[in-house]
């Protein structure tokens, strides 16, 4: 994966041996150009790219080359959020064979570290994730990844689907999956209550941007759900949106940070402490593509609805994709088909 | 005890009959006064107080008629770490009899929430608790409460110590929320008296090493002869945190685990989360500012969860147990004592609202 690189033939026909890639090469320029594989090691699988979803972080880096400390300081190959077929396998695979469709999990962890050895792999310190820099990601025809980071699709699931995952819509199915008896959820866009209310939300609650309706609008959510609130996730992350999910959450319940909104935040922190309600963190995740392959094979989740774009594999479609998906509005998951 | 009230007999002496309390009669303004016990109930105990300890509320209350959303709208006793003998018991009490010496857990619950039901009682929207308004406190000749409240000491703890299990008790509550056990190397911010006794807690709970961080010298010292493995000197300002939280690492020599916040500031705040490992917890203990500025998505972005403390519950036990067997000495955090007089009770309050040198002020009954 990250051993990858730019092949020094230009000439971007995706030729038999030719594997090309979208490339971040500078601030809000992306271009599709070779991308030179690495060998395939003995646990290794080479996978051709079918779907290849946009995250909001892509769209981040292609604006400002940065995310959190992580800075782009040499072209990398973009996207994460991604499923193919197997086209070769390592030596010493035996879990997949050429043909098989999987859906990847894009960071390889160190696996020695004491984070990796009692199972937090998400917060390995040497972690490779695909298209967080240095490492390329696998917005391409082809990439290599570890075997047991790929995992093969119920034959009912699409590829687009092993492809999906975007953020606070799949909360909400994630949480229903998983039996809470009532999901509500806010937003300051209609369009998007709408979208949620279509996927099952209990109710929706429209919410402003002013810090100064946040008392106001934790009554109007409390009655919303008709019982206390155990758990609120924020999925912005920013002081509005924590603040009223500090507020709104019973005594000794939780709130979830998962959103990257803002570094500092300015929250009313001790009297949700002081009711005991807990504040905790999420990065990214482990071990979860088995759980959401099932949830989707067995149809407990359905996220084609969040796919509300597609694209095709050429400059101009890489462009007007990344376009589209920074927009925002009513595209919820841009999914590239190659 | 909240069914207590002011009885009419005013000439303010200690006889027989009479049960005398410190009143929060205004602000500023405390008065040793007669109150009124009330009936004593079948489940009941009532206990002659020996030792009552000053916490930073009750000052705060005396200060100000408030804390947090509670108000002092009439006047109302003071007073809630404490220990005493039991002098008489309710019809249906098998576990105590008069003579025992007991310590007291201040908060009578509804036990029919679903908080209690479910164990968080100290969650309880009901909760009644000594000198939270509007429930009368426990600095009195002789209080009225639960015998299920009232733990027996064992015959090596004396009643000061008894007392002091209250704010132990906030940091045994603390540790075991945030699962403290020899394997969590613990930050704690703030050396006043919750910080110590929080210190003092996740060495009994066999953390491996206890650092503890504050802006005063002399507190730092106490820290130390307390069986701190390392104390840091830290600034008011926010500007230092980050050279901080390096000096504070360095202190430790291994990843923070988990981090007690016992002062509740922006810079305490910031400084445990950026000091804490990724995955460890930061434990909010201290209620210093109500809004706080915080990098708080760079620290839940490397999953250190925040813990929130309110009192504690079932800790007396486990606090007499500690203090029983040597495990945590309280003693020497007790460091000022007066009588119970009128001028005693107000030098008792000067001298704890001072800070400085004063940890935790007793009173002897």
């Given at each position: ?23 971040l ?50 072209p ?9 077929v ?20 894009p ?27 240095p ?9 290599v ?8 699709l ?41 979208v ?9 609650i ?40 500090l ?45 959401c ?7 407990k989740?359905?996220v ?32 590239f088909?190659?």
């Amino acid at each position: 994966m990250g051993k990858g690189g730019m092949s020094h033939d230009n000439n971007g026909d995706d030729d038999g041996g030719e594997n090309l890639a979208a490339w971040l090469v500078a601030q809000n320029t992306l271009k599709i150009q070779p991308f030179q594989l690495p060998p395939l090691g003995p646990h290794d699988v080479r996978v051709r790219m079918k779907a290849v979803g946009i995250c909001g972080s892509d769209v981040h880096y292609l604006k400002t080359l940065r995310c959190a400390h992580f800075v782009v300081k040499e072209p990398m190959v973009i996207g994460h959020e991604c499923a193919g077929v197997i086209e070769e396998v390592g030596s010493d695979v035996k879990s997949l064979v050429p043909g098989d469709r999987v859906a990847l999990e894009p960071g390889i962890s160190c696996w020695r570290c004491e984070y990796c050895k009692e199972g937090r792999y998400n917060l390995c310190p040497d972690m490779k994730f695909f298209a967080t820099p240095p490492v390329h990601g696998s917005l391409a025809n082809q990439v290599v990844h570890p075997a047991d980071l790929c995992f093969k699709l119920p034959d009912n699931v699409s590829l687009e689907e092993g492809a999906m995952w975007p953020i606070g819509l799949v909360t909400l199915l994630a949480a229903r999956a998983f039996g809470a008896p009532k999901v509500i959820i806010a937003d300051v866009d209609d369009h998007r209550l709408s979208v949620a209310k279509s996927l099952g939300a209990d109710g929706v609650i429209k919410v402003s941007r002013s810090i100064q309706d946040a008392d106001e609008e934790v009554l109007l959510i409390q009655k919303a759900m008709g019982a206390l609130i155990d758990v609120t996730f924020d999925c912005a992350g920013f002081d509005k949106t924590m603040s009223t999910a500090l507020t709104a959450t019973r005594a000794g319940g939780k709130v979830c940070l998962v959103g990257m909104g803002h570094n500092e935040m300015t929250v009313p922190l001790t009297p949700a402490a002081a009711r005991e309600v807990d504040v905790i963190g999420i990065f990214r995740y482990k071990n979860t593509w088995p759980l959401c392959l099932e949830f989707i094979r067995s149809g407990k989740i359905d996220v084609k609805p969040l796919i509300t774009h597609r694209f095709g594999f050429s400059q101009k479609e890489v462009e007007d994709a990344f376009e589209t998906s920074a927009r925002g509005g009513d595209a919820i998951k841009v999914m590239f088909n190659l």
